[in-house]
């Protein structure tokens, strides 16, 4: 701000473009930081600091821009043949265009050689090294810094990060100390190994480091602040949040302060106080971008993600490089079903923070959400790799990058489990809970391993934990509903749910969750009355709970309550329209005879999510019946198989528009796999197959002149004829009376 409001008293002032650069750039906002420094440039051309800091923002443009950077390398060794950074530009050129490495070091080397005391050149390389994954060249890159260097507290510390990635502690604490002996007033130092204790779980260690740094700096807003982050992480929530708020007392307009306790409040999912730390935070700024931001998780947690879209529409009409805002809209535009539109803003993300891990999540997170578990598992596995190889930084400390490890592995055990990969999705999510002993999220995932086993006591034990490491996690509690359920103790799965509502008392959101579960549990049950009441109570409670809409329009089909559960689904697609809602509704649309309203419905669905497997094939068969555009049918039909290889019935729609169009073998091919499909489910379900995959299977056979093997199928299919409808029994009898 203080920046911003020198350019504007003088637009013309380097020195406050140049503020304003390293200001966005500590703020993560890509395309302002590169503006500044443009401008910075053209008006001071001897700022060679800008001019190295350009051109590294250009080399992480795609595709990097490396004549740009190459310009700017030149003038500045013009300027000045002996500024180093302009040396060490040379060799991040060189790297990019893919010089061989053995290059690219010796133009490091260069730079070293202009200033041996200069500990930044020697951490370059190590970092260089650290990309290459070549550990021991890392460390004797900073080794040699050091015994330049003996007295640099950065090379210290940098070497005891190293050391910590690598997993030796005791070497790691030691080089730390070094740190703080060579300059004991050195608050990077102190944080340092304050971390280090974090990160090695010496948690009582690490207190009384964070509280030393606090008597260092004089009880400071900043540093109490520091103190109460690392409470929170310490799962020592209640002394954060009495920390923040005594620094509130002292300085109730230190928003950082504010925006932690938020946070903390977020995270318990206490969402009066967070209102109440909004209403503060906007009071001391009506355009606060980061109070706009907690405003935005709100709002994502109590699942409305409209009104979250809005806030990140207006953030990124003034930021529309930031990271945080571009992360959030693309979760935000995948809940909402909205793929095409997440991968645009993911897109944005890694174009313009291209080493941001997080963002490797959410390319996960949408595999996930198109339903295709093997891209989830080998972008998790691409994912590991990177944080692997990954050097910790300021913007992504060594925390956030173990952190994403973490969740990639969880991600990889999680389509390990999808895939039906049972050891290899056990083996991943054991060792997350084994990183993360208190994360409940962690329990439960190992939970769905035992469960698809059909361990439902060691998963229920497992349930049991993560409720009580988070009584609000509602992925625990319906796995101890559905547990008790499948047990046949649905009492058990009632009283528990009793006890959380009354615990609960008048959190509107929760409370719609918890009788969510009551009314699967009286299904269940067989008692309709109560389940249907129950479901009413969820939507009253609280009318934003879109599963309960899609619980009760599914309850009412059930019934034959048609028309009841269309006005159903009408409000779930007018509160929130996601390509489910507009696929279902096109469903029950089709049920009634309804075919132009459910062929808008799949279309509006496919609009939506363009790779929706089930609007594609009930699009692609209703375009057939109706002797519509059967080459689009084909284009449909195609897309659906591809998506769910798995499913019958989507070979049976492809088969059945290449029957529309004559293509007899083709369509004898795909009815084939329906059929062999549909057999391979029915025996591990010990259902019966669906006799009407034959039937067409005969009609293909027929029209392809293989008259015995399609009176076979034919035959066959009748021999269900209680399973088949009037229509496939007529045409059975077509195809027999013609062979």
Do not use: C
Request: aromatic share 6%; no cysteine; proline share 4%.
């Amino acid at each position: 701000m203080q920046f911003r409001a020198a350019v504007e008293y003088d637009k013309d002032s380097a020195a406050a473009h140049w503020g304003m650069a390293r200001a966005y750039e500590k703020l993560g906002q890509f395309t302002e930081t590169v503006e500044e420094l443009r401008k910075t440039v053209e008006l001071d051309d001897k700022n060679l600091d800008a001019k190295a800091k350009l051109a590294n923002y250009f080399l992480l443009v795609q595709p990097p821009l490396t004549s740009e950077a190459e310009k700017l390398r030149d003038e500045i060794l013009a300027a000045d043949s002996g500024f180093i950074e302009g040396h060490i530009l040379t060799a991040s050129i060189m790297a990019t265009q893919g010089k061989p490495d053995a290059d690219v070091v010796e133009a490091i080397n260069k730079a070293i050689a202009l200033d041996p005391q200069r500990i930044e050149s020697y951490i370059s390389l190590q970092r260089l090294f650290m990309t290459r994954e070549k550990a021991p060249e890392a460390e004797e890159a900073i080794k040699r810094g050091i015994a330049a260097v003996p007295d640099s507290t950065l090379g210290h510390i940098e070497y005891g990060r190293f050391l910590m990635y690598s997993g030796r502690d005791e070497e790691a604490e030691n080089q730390f100390n070094k740190a703080i002996a060579t300059d004991n007033t050195n608050i990077e130092a102190r944080e340092a190994l304050a971390e280090f204790f974090v990160t090695s779980g010496q948690i009582d260690k690490a207190e009384q480091a964070y509280i030393e740094l606090v008597r260092i700096q004089e009880n400071s807003p900043e540093s109490r602040l520091v103190l109460a982050e690392f409470y929170d992480k310490a799962n020592r929530g209640d002394e954060a949040i009495a920390t923040l708020n005594q620094v509130l007392v002292d300085a109730p307009e230190y928003v950082l302060a504010r925006y932690r306790l938020s946070n903390i409040h977020l995270d318990r999912k206490e969402s009066e106080k967070v209102e109440e730390q909004l209403v503060a935070l906007f009071k001391i700024n009506d355009d606060d971008i980061e109070a706009l931001m907690l405003r935005t998780r709100l709002r994502m947690q109590e699942h409305k993600v409209e009104e979250a879209v809005k806030d990140l529409t207006e953030i990124l009409k003034k930021q529309p490089s930031s990271r945080e805002p571009l992360f959030m809209m693309a979760q935000a535009k995948l809940s909402l079903g909205l793929l095409d539109q997440a991968n645009a803003f993911l897109g944005d993300l890694e174009r313009y923070h291209p080493t941001f891990l997080n963002a490797g999540l959410v390319r996960i997170q949408a595999a996930f959400t198109a339903g295709d578990a093997s891209t989830a598992l080998r972008l998790s596995n691409e994912l590991i790799k990177r944080s692997n190889a990954a050097v910790p930084t300021s913007d992504q400390p060594i925390q956030m990058v173990q952190d994403v490890r973490v969740k990639a592995i969880s991600s990889r055990g999680l389509a390990h489990l999808e895939l039906g990969r049972y050891s290899e999705a056990k083996s991943d999510l054991q060792e997350v809970l084994r990183v993360s002993p208190r994360s409940s999220a962690a329990m439960v995932n190992l939970a769905k391993v035992f469960v698809a086993e059909g361990n439902l006591p060691e998963a229920y034990s497992l349930y049991e934990k993560a409720l009580n490491a988070d009584p609000r996690n509602f992925d625990a509690i319906s796995g101890i509903v559905n547990i008790s359920i499948r047990q046949g103790q649905p009492e058990k799965a009632h009283a528990r749910l009793d006890s959380l509502i009354e615990a609960n008392a008048g959190r509107g959101e929760v409370l719609a969750a918890l009788s969510f579960l009551k009314s699967n549990v009286y299904s269940a049950e067989k008692n309709p009355e109560q389940a249907e009441r129950h479901l009413l109570n969820a939507i009253s409670t609280d009318p934003d709970y879109l599963p309960a809409y899609s619980a009760y329009a599914s309850f009412l089909v059930s019934q034959k309550r048609i028309s009841e559960a269309l006005d159903q689904y009408r409000k779930v697609v007018e509160k929130r329209p996601v390509a489910p809602a507009f696929t279902m509704l096109g469903i029950l649309e089709d049920s009634q005879g309804n075919t132009s309203a459910a062929e808008k419905a799949y279309r509006r669905a496919l609009e939506l999510a363009p790779e929706t497997p089930i609007a594609a094939n009930n699009l692609a068969w209703l375009i057939a019946e109706q002797q519509g555009n059967l080459d689009e049918a084909l284009q449909l039909a195609t897309m659906a198989v591809s998506k769910g290889q798995t499913t019958a019935g989507f070979y049976d729609t492809l088969g059945w528009v290449y029957l529309k169009k004559g293509l007899a073998s083709p369509a004898v091919e795909q009815f084939r796999k329906a059929v062999a499909v549909e057999q391979s489910a029915a025996q591990k379900t010990g259902s019966i197959p669906v006799p009407g995959y034959r039937v067409r299977l005969g009609m293909a056979l027929a029209k392809a002149g293989d008259k015995e093997s399609a009176r076979r199928e034919v035959e066959t299919s009748l021999r269900q004829i209680a399973n088949l409808s009037q229509r496939e029994i007529q045409d059975a009898r077509s195809v027999l009376a013609t062979l």
